[in-house]
């Protein structure tokens, strides 16, 4: 059986909720992503940010804000005015597909994986993309040399 820890990310970008949302926007520019965990000073996991809540926390766009005043208005605001505390998590040993019913059901796109209040990887909807995609090529390779195998 597949588990969360098959498929979550561990290479992680964290940040902690002092921080402002100037370094988690910037943080997520520089790695392309859209979810950012939030942890304390010793590695638990406190929170999460996502790239929806960046958006909302934003000036309006037709309010005519340029992209410095913008800047300088995340750099007074710190994670923790935005973050989302109560958040779905996932343990490592929790089987994948439950994990893919909950991002399903609930329309998270990600799971943060903790194990003893430490957060220890992430699961998004973007892991399971590219799981369909390598089964999909794996299927495809088997049924083109289940072909070729019958042929003369």
Same mark, same amino acid.
């Given at each position: 059986?597949?588990?969360?820890? =098959?498929?979550?990310?561990?290479? +992680? *970008?964290?940040? @902690?909720?002092? =921080?402002?949302?100037? $370094? ?5 520019? !520089? ?6 965990? *939030?942890?304390?000073?010793? &590695?638990?996991? #406190? &929170? ?12 309006? @766009?037709?309010?005519? *804000? %340029?992209?410095?005043? /913008? ?14 505390? =109560? ?5 490592? !040993?929790?089987?994948?597909?439950? $994990? ?5 059901? /609930? ?6 994986? #903790?194990?003893? &209040?430490?957060? #220890? &990887?992430?699961?998004?909807?973007? =892991?399971?993309? @590219? +799981?369909?995609? !390598?089964?999909?090529? $794996? ?7 289940? #072909?070729? %195998? +019958?042929?003369?």
């Amino acid at each position: 059986m597949l588990t969360t820890r =098959d498929l979550m990310t561990e290479d +992680l *970008i964290a940040l @902690r909720d002092s =921080d402002s949302l100037l $370094a988690a926007k910037r943080a997520m520019e !520089e790695a392309h992503i859209r979810h950012l965990p *939030i942890v304390d000073a010793t &590695g638990a996991f #406190v &929170g999460l940010l996502t790239h929806r809540d960046m958006l909302a926390a934003s000036v309006s @766009r037709l309010a005519e *804000i %340029d992209n410095d005043t /913008q800047e300088e208005i995340y750099s007074g605001i710190p994670i923790k005015e935005v973050m989302r505390a =109560d958040v779905a998590l996932a343990s490592p !040993e929790l089987p994948l597909r439950q $994990a893919a019913e909950v991002l399903l059901t /609930q329309k998270y796109g990600c799971l943060p994986v #903790v194990a003893g &209040g430490k957060l #220890v &990887g992430i699961l998004t909807s973007s =892991d399971f993309i @590219r +799981l369909s995609l !390598e089964l999909m090529d $794996a299927l495809e390779a088997s049924e083109t040399a289940t #072909v070729e %195998d +019958l042929e003369p």
